[in-house]
T-cell receptor
Framework: GENVEQHPSTLSVQEGDSAVIKCTYSDSASNYFPWYKQELGKRPQLIID?????GEKKDQRIAVTLNKTAKHFSLHITETQPEDSAVYFC?????????????FGKGTKLSVKP | IAGITQAPTSQILAAGRRMTLRCTQD?????MYWYRQDLGLGLRLIHY???????GKGEVPDGYSVSRANTDDFPLTLASAVPSQTSVYFC???????????FGEGSRLTVL
């Protein structure tokens, strides 16, 4: 089955700096790679996702890149703000069609210092 | 619109007791999931259901069972709770596979 590794486990940056979180996956059949943000005491929420037919996707200050050959994908947050502080989870789905069982990485706790 | 609702939000349970965590969604999503979240281990899939009447095992299914009698409800049962099942449990749903997961607020379970 799929295995997702996420690094680093913790990340501390100064406000305004960029943050990068990296994930690798094991199943070459995986074709869907979302990122979830979980603020303290709250539920995870989708912030961006990418599918295997594209290499990069941007949404304002957030971008995700995908390298299918190397089986890794990354989350990039530019101009970080204190409200970006949260735990971020990457995930990969190894099934297509109607079955999409996401396997999550272990999470990265991002702290943005004002 | 409530979205996805879990109950109870928190529960303390003696080891050996049976417990059912309830999950209801009003979005008419086909797929539903149960994850457990433990510090340092992220979100691990327990069981899933792609459509009413079908269920499947995830990464950590042992000690848990689920049923999907209809589209809206997806209860998770611990037949005989053990302390290692102390965790935060999240129910989620998605309209289709490979789509956005919508999570409930979580159920914090402590097994003593």
């Amino acid at each position: 089955g799929e295995n997702v590794e996420q690094h680093p486990s913790t990340l501390s940056v100064q406000e305004g700096d960029s943050a990068v979180i990296k994930c690798t996956y094991s199943d070459s059949a995986s074709n869907y790679f979302p990122w979830y943000k979980q603020e303290l005491g709250k539920r995870p929420q989708l912030i961006i996702d990418i599918r295997s037919n594209v290499g990069e996707k941007k949404d304002q200050r957030i971008a995700v890149t995908l390298n299918k050959t190397a089986k890794h994908f990354s989350l990039h947050i530019t101009e970080t703000q204190p409200e970006d502080s949260a735990v971020y989870f990457c995930a990969a789905s190894s099934y297509g069609g109607s079955q999409g069982n996401l396997i999550f990485g272990k999470g990265t706790k991002l702290s943005v210092k004002p | 619109i409530a979205g996805i609702t879990q109950a109870p939000t928190s529960q303390i349970l003696a080891a050996g007791r049976r417990m059912t965590l309830r999950c209801t969604q009003d979005m008419r999503h086909n797929a539903m999931y149960w994850y457990r979240q433990d510090l340092g281990l992220g979100l691990r899939l327990i069981h899933y259901s792609n459509t009413a009447g079908t269920t499947g095992k995830g990464e950590v299914p042992d000690g848990y069972s689920v049923s999907r009698a209809n589209t809206d409800d997806f209860p998770l049962t611990l037949a005989s709770a053990v302390p290692s099942q102390t965790s935060v449990y999240f129910c989620a749903s998605s309209e289709k596979g490979n789509g956005e997961l919508f999570f409930g607020e979580g159920s914090r379970l402590t097994v003593l």
